[in-house]
């Protein structure tokens, strides 16, 4: 198993468009999350996906994102209109839940968004 | 909420320990977990508390109160590649872990 996969890398784009990042978590985690890093603090959590049942989401998480897994594995995260303020790193992370285990989140490498 | 404080930035020599703390006030306190993260990379997994203790893995060690909401992450016979950022993050019960990160220890190692 390569461990958590994100793709792009890094997405530049102009105010207003639109950007898709994926996310494809460690083969049979059943949990994924999203975070967004800015710099100099701490992943703040967006959403969380159960299989392909969203449980969760941040007040962060405005009308203009959406998270979907569709088939409870691979995730993306839209964001429409972009603004500056969205710049910033999008982590995804994903963890297996099972009773009498701990429910580590594993990291992928990030999608870096700057928005001109 | 969750309010979890650890320093900013710390620095130390290559070759000594260096003990990074970090305190929290949370409501259905579950464990903490230690994240290190090199710049601009994703946070790697070191280490999970849930009972009260030291808990050593290789040189590198972390230790929980619950009581008084108090971890730390012990760092042992310094390395240059340990400059990276350090973030403490609780966890709380719920449907699921819900994690909660600080703002992260920035540690500089020098020679």
């Known amino acids: 198993d390569t461990g958590v996969s994100q793709d792009p890398r890094h997405k530049i784009t102009k105010r207003g468009q639109n950007v898709t990042f994926r996310c494809d978590p460690i083969?049979?985690?059943?949990?994924l999350y999203w975070y967004r890093q800015t710099l100099g603090q701490g992943p703040e959590f967006l959403t969380y996906?159960?299989?392909?049942?969203?449980?969760?989401k941040s007040r962060l998480l405005s009308d203009r994102f959406s998270a979907e897994r569709p088939k409870g594995s691979f995730s993306t995260l839209e964001i429409q209109r972009t603004e500056q303020g969205d710049s910033a790193m999008y982590l995804c992370?994903?963890?297996?839940?099972?009773?009498?285990?701990?429910?580590?989140?594993?990291f992928g490498p990030g999608t870096r968004l700057t928005v001109l | 909420g969750q309010n979890i404080d650890q320093p900013t930035e710390m620095t130390a020599t290559e070759g000594a320990i260096v003990q990074i703390n970090c305190t929290y006030q949370?409501?259905?306190?579950?464990?903490l977990f230690w994240y290190q993260q090199h710049a601009g990379e994703a946070p790697t997994f070191l280490s999970y508390?849930?009972?009260?203790g030291l808990e050593e893995k290789g040189r590198f060690s972390s230790f929980l109160s619950r009581s008084k909401g108090y971890s730390y992450l012990l760092l042992k016979e310094l390395q240059m590649k340990d400059s990276a950022s350090y973030l403490c993050?609780?966890?709380?019960?719920?449907?699921?872990?819900?994690?909660?990160f600080g703002i992260g220890t920035k540690l500089q190692v020098i020679p």
């Open positions: 993050a609780v966890t709380t019960s719920g449907g699921y872990q819900k994690v909660t």
């Open positions: 996906f159960q299989n392909e049942a969203q449980l969760e």
């Open positions: 992370a994903s963890s297996l839940a099972t009773s009498g285990s701990t429910d580590t989140q594993y």
């Open positions: 949370t409501s259905g306190f579950n464990g």
């Open positions: 083969s049979e985690h059943n949990r």
């Open positions: 508390n849930v009972l009260d």
